[in-house]
């Protein structure tokens, strides 16, 4: 199957691409301009892959509350055009999205599942949101949430939670990390093996839909960058802070837990809990 992997320089389009060695051909905004939707339709007809798959996206939270227009031509306008492209081809489009769909806390807090109603907070969630929607009038179509993306190659214009941490822990013997967030952060290999599988199967032994896809358990970002600096042997001391005391600009979803049991049941590739997920990453790292 020959695919078309947009978003091709972030940590999951690059990882797909790796996975698939030849079968991938990846784009970015270097080749290919999204928001541009006779352009996007040319090279879809050029290239007639058998599946896109959308890893790209304007994920800078903060700066979409004032760059708004943008924010929109890519979570949205540009997953118009690929679903224009995919009804052309008769092909598959994978959409990738967030928990961030999910942004008030549910009354009772337990995993979100695929079917409980969105409650987008902010540009960036509420353009995602829209972008899902758009992606499933095709009828072949897959969306994947998922939560907390890190990779241990990682494109210099992308960057994620460890490798944050690592750096400012570098230069610092104490840091300030939000405790009352919970959510389930994921290793980027792990999920690029499930939308494969899910991408794969999909038609067959896996409808199409909504799917929720992350590493297992849940924790707090201050307990992740405790584990970080454990795993690192790193001497840094982690004080607790507020979402609200530490003030930034977008709202974020106080509870985020992506509920994985579709995923689970289709019997794809194991994701494992998060901090054997952190370990594996740091254990990647020192092989090289």
Known sequence: MSI?????????????????????????????????GRAVLERMLALRPEAIVNCAAYTQVDKAEEDSEKCRAVNVAAVEHLVRACGELDCPLVQISTDYVFGTAPASPRPWREDDPPSPQGVYARTKFEGERAAARHPKHLIVRT??????????????????????????SELRVVDDQRCTPTYVPHLARAVLFLLGQAGATVPWGTYHVTNGGET??????????RLAEMRVAVRPIGTAEYGAPAPRPLYSVLDTGAYRRLGGPPMPDWKAALAEFFCDAASG
Do not use: H, K
Request: hydrophobic share 35%; net charge positive; with cysteine.
């Open 220 to 229: 707090t970002w201050r307990e992740f960058a405790v584990e970080i600096f």
């Open 4 to 36: 078309v992997v947009t978003g091709a320089y972030g940590q999951l389009g690059g990882e797909l691409c790796r996975q698939l060695g030849d079968r991938a051909t990846g784009l970015d905004i270097d080749s290919l301009d999204l928001t541009d």
């Open 147 to 172: 939560c907390g993306l890190y990779a241990r190659r990682c494109d210099r214009r992308a960057s994620n939670f460890v490798r944050t941490m690592l750096r400012l822990g570098g230069t610092r």
